[in-house]
């Protein structure tokens, strides 16, 4: 199961799972689509069609066929599905959100039975329109609640209240909350605060800007909720039982992360300067150029009016 597929997926779960790719893709029985941006999307289709390219021979000449793996998301999501679909075969079920907000509806009994789930529900969050959160609680006792993107969200806090762990969205640093209100996203205290009272056991942030410093600081909160919140990052591999060992990698994280940034603004700046130079030596050549033309101008003059003398002379 996969939560969001944003551009680059593929090639994310290709550094994860190495030659052991197609078979994973195979495998994968459902993609879960929080809302419309490029974001969030923008990977499903490389996903479909590598699905389609993994079924092995063997599968086909035994006669085990995969099934089409289970898209569910926002009802233009499956409109943009369809459309591909006319360019290029893919083999999909695509169920709207819309349609996971009960425990009625025949695809949340499906749903519940093929993964073992105990419920499995939709909240709509405060993003844009047909923006989802995700409540799943599993047979053996875990609960999981994933925010998408959204401000802090009341309805998603009361249905997620006991959450094993919550992976929430924090696009924005604290002391932006007037930007992240108006761009519908949370900044890091509102989201480990959402997750606070929800009484989650464990909050796990994501989404950070790329405008800002990929690992958020956690100085401001106290030791006890502190051990409560971890950092994502890219291919991190995590179980439940292990979420006691993120936030004690938090300062090493830091550090690490702090030194790829300072990399960074060192290339940039060895960048700029090289551009300015660059930028100097054209203007250089162009304005030697310009003398050169000029002095060669004045000489042509020069030499028109000492001909002219002589013509006079003669």
């Given at each position: 199961?996969?939560?969001d597929?944003?551009?680059g997926?593929y090639?994310q779960?290709?550094?994860?799972f190495g030659?052991?790719l197609p078979?994973?893709?195979e495998?994968?029985?459902?993609?879960?689509?929080s809302?419309i941006?490029?974001?969030?999307h923008?990977g499903?289709?490389?996903?479909?069609t590598?699905r389609n390219m993994?079924s092995s021979?063997?599968a086909?000449?035994?006669?085990?066929?995969?099934?089409?793996?289970i898209?569910?998301?926002?009802k233009?999501v499956?409109?943009w599905l369809?459309?591909y679909?006319?360019?290029?075969p893919i083999?999909y079920?695509?169920i709207?959100c819309?349609?996971?907000?009960?425990?009625?509806?025949?695809?949340?009994?499906m749903?519940k039975e093929?993964?073992d789930?105990?419920?499995?529900y939709?909240?709509?969050v405060?993003?844009?329109?047909h923006?989802?959160?995700l409540?799943i609680?599993?047979?053996i006792?875990?609960?999981?609640?994933y925010?998408?993107?959204?401000r802090p969200c009341?309805?998603?806090?009361e249905e997620?209240?006991g959450?094993?762990?919550?992976?929430?969205?924090?696009?924005?640093e604290?002391?932006?909350?007037?930007d992240a209100?108006n761009?519908?996203?949370?900044?890091?205290?509102?989201?480990?605060s959402?997750?606070?009272?929800m009484?989650a056991?464990?909050?796990?942030?994501?989404?950070?800007?790329?405008r800002?410093?990929?690992?958020p600081t956690?100085?401001?909160?106290?030791?006890s909720?502190?051990?409560k919140?971890g950092?994502?990052?890219?291919?991190?591999?995590?179980?439940f039982?292990?979420?006691k060992i993120?936030?004690?990698?938090l300062?090493v994280?830091?550090?690490?992360?702090?030194e790829?940034?300072?990399?960074?603004?060192?290339v940039r700046e060895h960048?700029?300067?090289v551009a300015?130079l660059a930028?100097?030596?054209?203007?250089e050549?162009?304005l030697l150029?310009?003398?050169?033309k000029?002095?060669h101008?004045?000489t042509?003059n020069n030499n028109?009016n000492?001909?002219?003398t002589?013509?006079?002379?003669?």
């Amino acid at each position: 199961m996969m939560l969001d597929c944003g551009e680059g997926s593929y090639g994310q779960l290709y550094r994860n799972f190495g030659v052991d790719l197609p078979k994973i893709i195979e495998n994968m029985k459902m993609i879960w689509i929080s809302h419309i941006h490029a974001d969030h999307h923008l990977g499903l289709i490389r996903i479909l069609t590598a699905r389609n390219m993994a079924s092995s021979d063997d599968a086909i000449t035994e006669g085990k066929l995969k099934q089409p793996i289970i898209v569910i998301g926002p009802k233009a999501v499956g409109k943009w599905l369809e459309a591909y679909s006319l360019i290029e075969p893919i083999s999909y079920t695509f169920i709207d959100c819309s349609e996971i907000m009960t425990q009625s509806h025949r695809h949340v009994r499906m749903l519940k039975e093929m993964f073992d789930f105990k419920a499995m529900y939709n909240i709509e969050v405060d993003h844009c329109a047909h923006a989802y959160g995700l409540i799943i609680e599993h047979s053996i006792g875990w609960k999981l609640v994933y925010s998408g993107d959204t401000r802090p969200c009341k309805a998603l806090e009361e249905e997620g209240k006991g959450a094993t762990i919550l992976i929430h969205e924090a696009t924005l640093e604290d002391g932006m909350e007037a930007d992240a209100f108006n761009k519908c996203h949370s900044t890091v205290s509102q989201a480990v605060s959402s997750g606070l009272r929800m009484g989650a056991e464990a909050i796990l942030l994501t989404h950070f800007s790329q405008r800002y410093p990929k690992i958020p600081t956690l100085e401001q909160m106290e030791g006890s909720e502190r051990d409560k919140v971890g950092v994502a990052f890219d291919l991190l591999n995590l179980r439940f039982s292990q979420f006691k060992i993120l936030p004690k990698l938090l300062p090493v994280l830091s550090h690490l992360f702090n030194e790829e940034e300072q990399d960074k603004a060192s290339v940039r700046e060895h960048n700029k300067t090289v551009a300015l130079l660059a930028k100097q030596e054209i203007r250089e050549k162009k304005l030697l150029a310009y003398k050169t033309k000029s002095k060669h101008k004045s000489t042509n003059n020069n030499n028109n009016n000492t001909t002219t003398t002589n013509n006079n002379n003669n």
